[in-house]
């Protein structure tokens, strides 16, 4: 009876743990760790574009031996550490700079219309 009720814990404990970014885990990880997912599971193209903040960085990381890219934002590096930690353990395989130009202040700030002169 007992080892059925481990088997069955464990079973669900690995349903549970998705290696996908869920919609409640992205909103989450900016109130728990303060960080910013813009793209997830992306390729190396899409995450060194240079239209994004200068403050992003690239994750790089391993599931199912797949090689995947992430672009974070974050204030500290140690945040996006302890987020990518928690979700993929020993798959973490490098955090480096981005490759955006942007302002972190104004990025994602629409410029104001100008009105017609009369």
């Known amino acids: 009876m007992a080892k059925d009720v481990v088997e ?3 079973e ?8 996908e ?17 813009l ?3 992306g390729t190396w193209e899409q995450v060194t574009g240079k239209e ?3 403050d992003a960085r690239i994750v790089t990381y391993y599931v199912d031996g797949e090689r995947r890219y992430d672009l974070t934002r974050s204030s500290k590096v140690s945040r996006i550490f302890d987020m990518y930690w ?11 700079f981005g ?12 410029p104001k219309k100008e009105k017609k002169r009369k």
């Open 39 to 41: 793209i997830e599971n």
């Open 52 to 54: 994004f903040p200068n």
């Open 99 to 110: 490759y955006g130009r942007y302002n972190p202040k104004l990025w994602g700030i629409e």
């Open 86 to 96: 928690d979700k993929f353990r020993e798959g973490i395989k490098k955090i480096e």
């Open 12 to 19: 669900a404990s690995v349903k549970e743990k998705s290696m």
């Open 8 to 10: 069955m814990s464990t």
């Open 21 to 37: 970014w869920t919609p409640a885990e992205k909103e989450g990880s900016k109130k728990k760790y303060g960080c910013e997912i």
